[in-house]
């Protein structure tokens, strides 16, 4: 079984800075692609940024210059470093992996998300 924790979320006022942090945790054979998309409530779920195991970037326009994402491998973990926040930046964060486990499949797996509000 896998597990993506993810911590970090919070208050801040706009301008200020996050570091999100998700931890992969089972009996993972291998991880992928390692992401983070967010949710405000009556919309879709969006990609804010992904990196793939060999690192290579990609973020959305909304967070470009502002966000970094980031993977240390050796502790299955993932970092979202959001700087410069903005009011429309508040959403429920969530992480997710693509996830080879121990002697099974590949799929995608999802955290709980953490809540990240932006307002003075």
Known sequence: ???LVESGGGL???GG???LSCQASGTIFSIYAMGWYRQVPGNQRELVAEVTSSGNT???DSVEGRFTIS???AKKTVYLQMNSLKP???AVY???AVIRVVGGNTDDYWGRGTQVTVSS
């Open 1 to 3: 079984q896998v597990q």
């Open 12 to 14: 801040v006022q706009p």
């Open 17 to 19: 800075s996050l570091r």
């Open 58 to 60: 990609k973020n959305a």
């Open 71 to 73: 993977r240390d491998n």
């Open 88 to 90: 429309e930046d508040t």
């Open 94 to 96: 969530y992480c997710n």
